[in-house]
């Protein structure tokens, strides 16, 4: 099946710093990929959808400037969080999808932020 | 608006069967997933239902009622590993944008 990578798998940081999430489709061409948040027992939610080569589109109550998306080929999207601070710890995952109308997305592992 | 119900938590014994129920409203409908997200880890596609009625996969089926915005997981067989959070997802139409309920845990017990 369809593998994504995500890397760093875990981070820490401290209150201020920025912090870069990538996410790759590992063996195939991903039309979009999608980036979630999700907190201890809760769900994920959606943050923005990512369609290589244009910007994101960014989910209400998301700031985009905060939260910095580039896709740049159909196999690499990074979040990007700038001034990373202590209510921005989460985990974060992506998701890559082939674009077709009955496929499933892809997750990847997730990246867990910890920020001080 | 959008909305996707399903229950909290469930507890059910081992080689036991359970039905964890989703309903949903939805602005379109694309279709409905099934996940299951053991802690910590990035959730894993178990069943994806468009048309109306029962999908058979091994252990697992899932149930589709458009017309009722209703959709049910059916676990078989229960067994340990089975323990984890499964959750009910709806594809909206165009950009296949897919909200995600909040998620069942399930406790499996000896």
């Known amino acids: 099946g369809a593998v994504v990578s995500q890397h760093p798998s875990w981070v820490i940081c401290k209150s201020g710093t920025s912090v870069k999430i990538e996410c790759r489709s590992l063996d195939f061409q991903a039309t979009t990929m999608f980036w979630y948040r999700q907190f201890p027992k809760q769900s994920l939610m959606l943050m923005a959808t990512?369609?290589?080569?244009?910007?994101?589109?960014?989910e209400q109550g998301v700031e985009k400037d905060k939260f910095l998306i580039n896709h740049a080929s159909l196999t690499l999207s990074t979040l990007t969080v700038t001034s990373a601070h202590p209510e921005d710890s989460s985990f974060y995952i992506c998701?890559?999808?082939?674009?077709?109308?009955?496929?499933?997305?892809?997750f990847g592992p997730g990246t867990r932020l910890l920020v001080l | 608006g959008q909305n996707i119900d399903q229950p909290t938590e469930m507890t059910a014994t081992e080689g036991a069967i359970v039905q964890i129920n989703c309903t949903y409203q939805t602005s379109g409908f694309n279709g409905l997933f099934w996940y299951q997200q053991h802690a910590g880890e990035a959730p894993t596609f178990l069943s994806y239902?468009?048309?109306?009625g029962l999908e058979e996969k091994g252990r697992f089926s899932s149930f589709l009622s458009r017309s009722k915005g209703y959709s049910y997981l059916l676990l078989k067989e229960l067994q340990m590993k089975d323990s984890a959070s499964y959750l009910c997802a709806v594809m909206e139409t165009g950009g296949f944008k897919t909200i995600f309920g909040a998620g069942t845990r399930l406790f499996v017990k000896a």
């Open positions: 990512s369609n290589e080569g244009s910007k994101a589109t960014y």
């Open positions: 998701s890559a999808s082939l674009g077709l109308a009955s496929e499933t997305q892809y």
């Open positions: 239902n468009v048309l109306d």
